[in-house]
């Protein structure tokens, strides 16, 4: 998540009874696949002859909305809900759509029962790397390409359209707070980022941005190969000092080390690039 759209969340699950469609968009960005945006939220719609496939409904006031702002465009049930990941801002809203698949990957469900505070949807179907849905003139692809924000990173792919959906992986030239960042493995996201790029969508939706994000995705995924390409070099200066201890040490010193001025115009390079310096180095060095 992004600090805004929580903030959106926060006001929206508070007075849930005044939620209403205003500001919601359905937009039509290939052959019965829609951007759904509303409160600061993105999801995929994607209407086939079989049924229709959402994401990330995210909570049960925007999943309301979403259901109404559907049946403007297609009499159509919702048959598959997929989550894209298992923070508790994505899990909620499930129960809106009735008799629906609710799809997560595998590794979101332990983690869903950790916290009494979290959302526990009613997931019906997981997978481990992916799994395709078929609803009948449009396939779905669901990947699991790397553990990246959370642990059940899930990216989709509509097949004959090449409109892909990503939650979490980027903002358009802006840096999440570090408080959404600490359990997001960085390289991770950076091979999910690069994977994006390469299928080369058509359109890219955001998971907290309206409209096409493709050049925003491939800015961010060279942004995360020059991070990583820079705290690699660091480490590998730490290991070849022969000191056991240098690489521990520069884990306390890299995000003061690291500066990276070409994107001191990206919102909160300032406050939140120093933290993000910091996340690479733990998944480059540790595996987190
Ligand atoms: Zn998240």
């Keep these: 998540m992004s600090l805004k759209p929580l903030l959106i969340a926060t006001t929206v699950l508070a007075t849930s009874s005044v939620a209403s469609a205003q500001d919601a968009t359905m937009t039509e960005v290939a052959d019965g696949v829609f951007h759904f945006f509303a409160m600061g939220y993105s999801s995929m719609v994607v209407v086939g ?32 809900v997929a989550l894209s990941h298992e923070h508790f801002d994505h899990v909620g809203g499930t129960e809106v759509f009735e008799g629906a698949e609710i799809i997560m990957q595998e590794n979101g469900i ?10 526990t949807p009613e997931v019906t179907t997981t997978f481990d790397d992916e799994l395709t849905v078929d609803l009948g003139n449009q396939a779905v692809e669901l990947r699991h ?26 903002m358009p030239q802006e840096f999440s707070p570090h408080e959404f960042k600490e359990d997001t493995n960085f390289v991770g996201t950076g091979i999910i980022l690069n994977t994006l790029v390469d299928w080369n969508p058509s359109y890219a939706i955001n998971g907290h941005s309206a409209g096409n994000s493709v050049e925003a995705l491939q800015e961010n995924a060279q942004f ?28 306390f010193s890299i ?34």
């Design 145 to 170: 390409l790397a553990v990246g924000d959370g642990v059940a990173t899930t990216v989709a792919r509509v097949a004959e359209s090449n409109v892909v959906f990503s939650v979490d992986m980027y």
């Design 49 to 80: 002859e079989d049924g229709v496939l959402v994401t990330d409904p995210s909570f049960t006031p925007r999943a309301k909305i979403l259901q109404a702002e559907l049946e403007k465009v297609t009499d159509k049930p919702v048959t598959h």
């Design 255 to 288: 995000s003061g080390e690291i500066e990276m001025p070409e994107y001191s115009d990206w919102e909160n390079y300032e406050t939140a690039f120093p933290a993000y310096v910091r996340r690479m180095a733990l998944s480059v060095l540790h595996g987190g």
């Design 224 to 251: 995360f190969n020059e991070l990583q390409a820079r705290v690699e070099a660091k480490f590998q200066e730490a290991f070849a000092s022969g000191d056991p201890a240098a690489p521990w040490n520069l884990l």
């Design 110 to 119: 332990d983690i869903l029962k950790l916290s009494p505070l979290m959302p």
